[in-house]
């Protein structure tokens, strides 16, 4: 029987996100959005010819990343039914985790000439970051009990904050300084950064999956594992539907999350195409930001521990809604200017 609270397995479960963290910033956030901008270019002004069709290259970007997320949305309910009935939640979570390692690496090939199945590379490296994520917060109530739920996941958002800021100082020197490095081409750098993810991802997530158990099926699993996901599904909606203040939980946080991730991921395109800020003091911004999150994360445990979940939620979703209405002013004012 696994025991709950056991320091070495809480560990091996925070040490996820110090793996995993980076794609989120040095691929989706920091590097990649702003190499893309570059790159993804077959003439003037920023177009690209996408399989017979012209799209401004932001444009392509942030398609890639509706696609990736509409995938996820797509499968992970079945896949998230096998696995809890199988009781392999950790091999389907090493799956997509080798799944967007990989799809980093491949990524160092990235060129002009072959953007389009690099596009594809980031499309699958989302969709393994995604999905790996989708497995993993599933363990937390399963290796801790509900009075510790905010504290381990506040420690290990920050440890991914930490490990995501440790690896994007070391690709943001051979970025700005690649003669510290002897780099001539001036591709390689960010390249090189996407490569370095992938082994990262990939490396550190062997102490995770070295050290967290696989959680047992309550369920004997007998016969064909994705006839009995889909009789899984249907029973789990079949009760959704008895749960009211659930099916509204689920759409405000599908509405919630539409939000965030849409600001997440296309505020680096922002920052480059509409406030024109040059590369080095972008990714200098955004390395700020991470630093500043880990102590929001502690921060907002705190909250949630003394105001409940509830009313530090409300609060960090004011805040967010006046930082995008800072943006938006901002926005307004740059316009003015030029």
């Not at 797509?74 to 809890?84: G, N």
């Not at 509409?274 to 907002?300: C, K, P, R, Y």
Request: proline residues 3%; aromatic residues 18%; charged residues 15%.
């Amino acid at each position: 029987m696994l025991i709950k609270n056991d320091p070495k397995v809480i560990r091996a479960w925070c040490f996820y996100d110090w793996a995993n963290s980076v794609h989120a910033l040095v691929i989706v956030t920091a590097i990649f959005p702003i190499y893309f901008g570059a790159t993804a270019v077959t003439k003037d002004p920023d177009l690209v010819n996408f399989w017979g069709f012209e799209f401004q290259n932001s444009v392509v970007f942030s398609y890639a990343v509706s696609a990736a997320f509409l995938i996820i949305a797509l499968t992970s309910p079945l896949f998230s039914a096998i696995a809890d009935y199988s009781g392999r939640k950790k091999l389907f979570m090493k799956f997509f985790c080798y799944l967007g390692a990989i799809n980093c690496a491949l990524l160092f090939f990235f060129t002009k000439e072959n953007y389009i199945s690099s596009t594809f590379y980031f499309i699958f490296s989302l969709v393994g970051w995604a999905g790996s994520i989708v497995f993993y917060n599933s363990f937390l109530p399963e290796i801790v009990t509900e009075d510790r739920y905010d504290a381990v996941s506040a420690r290990g958002f920050s440890m991914g904050y930490v490990g995501s800021v440790i690896l994007l100082i070391f690709n943001l020197t051979m970025v700005l300084k690649p003669e510290w490095y002897g780099i001539t081409d001036d591709s390689l750098p960010p390249r090189i950064a996407f490569l370095s993810v992938g082994i990262w991802w990939a490396g550190f997530a062997q102490y995770t999956f070295a050290n967290l158990p696989e959680i047992a099926s309550e369920k004997k699993a007998e016969g064909n594992w994705l006839f009995n996901g889909f009789r899984q599904l249907k029973h789990v909606m079949g009760q959704l539907q008895n749960m009211p203040i659930l099916k509204r939980f689920l759409m405000a946080y599908f509405c919630y999350n539409m939000g965030v991730q849409t600001v997440m991921y296309l505020a680096t395109l922002f920052g480059d195409k509409e406030l024109h800020l040059d590369s080095g003091s972008l990714i200098a911004v955004l390395l700020v930001i991470q630093l500043v999150a880990i102590l929001g994360a502690w921060l907002f445990a705190k909250c949630s521990a003394k105001l409940g979940n509830f009313k530090a939620l409300i609060i960090a979703v004011v805040i967010w809604i006046g930082i995008c209405w800072g943006l938006s002013s901002s926005k307004r004012a740059v316009s003015f200017t030029y």
